[in-house]
């Protein structure tokens, strides 16, 4: 891996990470594996054990769980979830999302850092949902956090980088993988938060809502591989006038 995505003491080469909560079982698997993503996130409640078809059943082999603790109110229900999810065999990953605002459905910051703070004293590779905030996120880092998961927009609006600003505040200043998570709804989108230095990229919505699934999901990898590429390379420089790319002078004279 030269270029490895690297969450605790785990790597990755894909740097896609990929929401199930809202697709239908029978194109779980159909997403995850044209997206070429290692990672993909599991809402506990829909891990069901034994019974009724289980998501479980529908995620490729070898591809990394990451349970979320969607539906809790407060550190202390996101803790239950996070050790039970644990119990039911899905690994020491885990997505803090702490959400009391039913309209809005924002992360509430105060009660993230707080689990944080727990799990990572239990064990776990935390990796928290928040808003946006680099002192919210510097409280995390110091409590724990293997990663930060910032919101582009709120969660299922695919309105894109809304927050792009604060975001990249937090990749300049946090020695941590900052990664978007919510809002995203372009591939184009995704390609931009790349090119500013996050480190990953994690959609849901955008692909679940999209015409063609498979291909939607095959668009992200290849944005989120370009936008990887281009950060690497260096961005060129931007002017406020134009500047010729070929000479103007010298290629009329005579000789």
Do not use: W
């Not at 809402?43 to 998501?55: H, L, Q, T, Y």
């Amino acid at each position: 891996m030269t270029d490895a995505l690297k969450i605790g003491n785990k790597e990755f080469n894909s740097r896609f990470i990929l929401g199930s909560g809202k697709f239908s079982l029978d194109l779980t698997r159909s997403a995850m594996v044209n997206g070429g993503v290692e990672i993909a996130t599991l809402a506990v409640r829909r891990a069901n054990i034994g019974g009724e078809e289980n998501i479980l059943d529908h995620i490729p082999k070898g591809l990394t769980l990451l349970p979320n603790t969607s539906g809790a109110r407060n550190a202390e229900e996101a803790v239950r979830i996070a050790l039970l999810a644990r119990e039911i065999g899905c690994g020491n990953m885990i997505k803090i999302e702490i959400i009391r605002d039913s309209r809005y459905l924002l992360p509430d910051n105060c009660e993230t850092i707080k689990a944080t703070k727990m799990l990572s004293a239990e064990g776990f590779i935390v990796m928290p949902y928040m808003m946006p905030d680099l002192s919210a996120a510097r409280s995390m880092a110091d409590a724990g956090a293997s990663a930060i998961m910032p919101l582009g927009a709120p969660i299922g609006s695919n309105k894109g980088l809304l927050t792009k600003d604060f975001i990249k505040i937090l990749v300049e200043e946090l020695d941590l993988p900052i990664i978007v998570d919510a809002g995203i709804g372009r591939p184009s989108q995704a390609c931009e938060a790349m090119e500013m230095g996050c480190a990953a990229v994690m959609a849901n919505t955008a692909i679940a809502t999209a015409g063609n699934i498979p291909q939607m999901a095959s668009a992200f990898k290849y944005a989120i591989q370009a936008g990887r590429m281009a950060y690497l390379a260096g961005p060129g420089r931007i002017l406020e006038r134009g500047e010729a790319s070929s000479p103007l002078t010298g290629f009329l004279e005579e000789r």
